[in-house]
């Protein structure tokens, strides 16, 4: 079985099970080993890639249902807000063991895709299904300020 | 033959994992068997492209790269980029020409200095052991390159000077990088003693120098165990009992051998394991895959069950872990008792990395692949797994995803399953990835114990704590592994650290301990005893101030003249948290706590809002911490905002339980931890001081927890004394 889909802008077709979490699917399948591997029950934000532009838990979101959709992984990143987020992650030298940091990048790259000033609070609702053990939260916190002013300047 | 008989321990001379008491450290050496071609390689005249290796722990080319080899695992504490400081220190190098490689697991070359001659990670001692071993290889090297200019230049080496890797004669206004010396400096011998800086003169040590792998971990390059990739690799998950100490009656493969894409399936000590072309196919296989229990000899109590056998426990005549005069006698004699008892719960280490390891075995060699904690300990099992010398097991260490403390376990029982995985595959050569799911890690044991503590102090009729006494049931880390040889009249110092040290001056101290055992394994888990005994300490002595009449931070600041540094950070901690300011409104509150752990001193102030509802949110925690020379103080602040969000999550709702024997706990779902919402604004201060460095990793978990729960208490008058507060009905 083949799924065909949009990988990070280009045409891909993947020869897998259609069952197969798009997480693995892209993982071994495309090779592509940024985006990782946390709970597998969508509980930890560690897979976070965008579907459409959304971010999506992709350990949970089986192969057949991005047919014909657009995905985008840390690898595929280019737009402003992503550059800015990864530009802020390093001012504030925010990763620690950085495991869980390509989820990181990919939530607050969306967050801020949509809205260019969050509050504390939005940043609560849009990373707080991103854990990190080593607890990086208050840098995640103020990169995604910074880039938000870096997005706008 | 156990990992026992292999490592025999031996009297030490440097304390492994703790500074308290005498300690012996265990002792064993086994480097690596080069492959005879690399022996040659590096034999061979100097050439170019050769680069200039003055000691193990430094390489540097002809391109000016300086490559800083790193004998301890990068897993989020900042290693790699402490470790590059202290060497480009002393050797003047350009810190954006720095780079960090892992070391091999050889312990005649990277030991830890703290552990004896064993090569590892943990106790928070990677920079405090490695600090003059490291000065010294930065400041050889850096004699060596001016040695090699001195020559080519026929100037007197007084005369040349070093500045971000350029090698300078003001005289004659010649200048040299280091990639240019490198040939020059092969030739030459290098000095067996150096003269060290004077830290005035540090350029590198305390400034923010950024970390070497941080780039790499914004942009998903950054390579974990997980990303190992290579032909023909194969990928195993394995089916543990359900119970610890159940072990394999009988297994049915005929239904996972059916899945697509499973290869083989195969029983190894620990389980049975369904070996895969790829991770879905291998859970597939693993789901449909049949095991018949023995759970004759497995552990079928329940933490409830344990609980009430160590409140038990608790009253019985325990062993001595500290004795100064007569607790007994003061306490019963005391104008005023005060008296509680803390109930700590299993905690798992849960790093977001679940265990992972990649293995190529075949007849005459092990090649292993892994976030790598314990290098020398895994070599040692992971070669008895194989039934291999230890010499042909070979380790690339690679940044770990998290650890905790799980990484490093005397019986590598990750890297053992993924050898005996290998092994009964064929051993072959095919490369196994043992990769575990986030459910195999919280039900896989290996947990922080379970504790339960009971304090009792005496006060006198004029508020003067003049008893104290402390008891600790529970399960000890070190009994049955090889550091067995470092518990002392049956006190494992891991049980107590936190508590027999107990910095307060009181006239009367004795602190108890009544060793348990069950068959739930148990291991060091972030600050290891500090992570329950400081949080007993810290709340009972906030109780004790309480009925003295007194102010927390008053209370303790009076018991610590004769402890400048801890002293110092409390007070430090409670002038920038404005301790004395206003009383915070109705609601609020603020707690108070400090902690000495692996020779850090660290004191928080938390501040709360509890909801009428109970509800507990953590405001804003004020750090103060004395570790010695601040190598990286923004790498400092950084493990204590990570410590305290790590010990915070544990406070308020960690708990691994135990219902007849099943861990009750799953995933991120049941297993709760810290997220991005419950986060308090923490404000790091980092004491000056130029005393030798000490460990950071660990120290700024153990304050938290009682910092928080004095800080209910000052909000709403209820104590914390079920760990987690959850449990308390406060969250």
Known sequence: ?????????????????????????????????????????????????????????????????????????????????????????????????????????????????????????????????NICRCATYSRIRTAIHTAAQSVKA | ?????????????????????????????????????????????????????????????????????????????????????????????????????????????YANLAFGKLQGTGGSSAMANSWTQLREAGGKARAVLVAAASKEWHVPASEVTVDRS?????????????????????????????????????????????????????????????????????????????????????FDAASASAIPGVVKVVQVPAGVAVVAKGFWAAKQGR???????????????????????YRRLAEQPALPARKEGDAAAAIRNAAHKVSASFEFPYLAHAPMEPLDA?????????????????????QGNAAHAAGLDPKRVSIHTLYAGGSFGRRANPGSDYIVEAVSIAKAFGADGTPIKLQWTREDDIHGGLYRPMYFHKLEAALSADGKLTGWRHVIVGQSIMAGSFFSAMIKDGVDPTSVEGAANIAYAIPNVSVELSTTKTGVPVLWWRVVGSSHTTFAVETFVDEVAHAAGEDGFAFRRKLLDHHPRMKAVLELAAEKAGWTDAPLPAGKGRGIAVAEAFKTYVAQVAEVTVGEDGHVKVDRVVCAVDCGTPINPDNIAAQMEGG?????????????????GRIEQDNFNNYRVLRMNEMPRVEVHIMPSSEPPTGVGEPGVAPVGPAVANAIFAATGRRMHVFPFSKNGAV
């Open chain 2, 166 to 250: 350029v090698v300078f004669h003001a005289g004659s206004k010649r200048q040299a990088t280091f990639g240019s010396l490198v040939r020059t400096a092969q030739g030459l011998p290098v000095p067996d003693t150096v003269q060290l800086k004077d830290p005035k003169d540090f350029k590198l040590i305390g400034r923010q120098a950024p970390r070497v792998d941080v780039a790499a971990k914004c942009d998903g390059t950054a390579q974990f165990t997980l990303d190992v990739e290579m032909p023909g690799m194969l990928v195993a998950l394995l089916k543990r009992p359900p119970r610890f100490g159940g072990t394999v009656k009988s």
């Open chain 2, 287 to 309: 789901e449909a895959l049949k095991v018949e229990w023995d759970e004759s000899n497995a552990e079928k109590r329940s933490s409830a069950t344990l609980m009430d056998e």
């Open chain 2, 1 to 109: 033959m156990s990992a026992q008989t292999l490592i025999p321990p031996e009297p030490a001379r440097r304390a492994f994992l703790k500074s308290a008491g005498t300690v012996t450290a265990v002792a064993l050496t086994i480097g690596f068997d080069w492959a005879s071609s690399t022996r040659e390689a590096l034999a061979a005249a100097p050439a170019a492209g050769v680069p200039f290796v003055p000691n193990a722990f430094l390489r540097i080319g002809a391109d000016n790269t300086v490559t800083v080899i790193a004998k301890h695992v990068e897993m989020g504490q900042g290693a790699y980029t402490g470790i590059a400081t202290v060497v480009a220190e002393e050797l003047d190098a350009d810190w954006a020409q720095v780079r960090v490689e892992s070391a091999p697991a050889d312990a005649t070359r």
């Open chain 2, 358 to 378: 990649v293995v190529k075995l075949s007849a005459d060699g092990c090649e292993i692949w892994a976030g790598d904690q314990f290098q020398t300990v895994d």
């Open chain 1, 1 to 129: 079985m083949s799924t065909s889909f949009v990988l990070n802008g280009k045409p891909a077709t993947l020869d897998a099970d259609p069952t197969m979490p798009l997480l693995w699917a892209v993982r071994e399948v495309a090779g592509l080993h940024g985006t990782k591997f946390g709970c597998g029950m969508a509980l930890c934000g560690a897979c976070t890639v965008h579907l459409d532009g959304q971010p999506i838990r992709s350990c949970v979101m089986p192969l057949s249902a991005v047919a014909g959709r657009e995905v985008t992984t840390i690898e595929g990143l280019s737009s402003k807000q992503a550059k800015a987020v990864q530009a802020a992650w390093i001012e504030h030298q925010v990763p620690q063991c950085g495991y869980c940091q390509s989820g990181q990048v990919m939530s607050a790259t969306a967050l801020l895709e949509k809205n260019s000033s969050p509050t504390d609070a939005d940043i609560d609702s849009a990373m707080s299904g």
């Open chain 2, 644 to 660: 305290i969000g790590f010990g915070l999550g544990a406070a308020l709702y960690g708990a691994i339980t135990l219902k007849d």
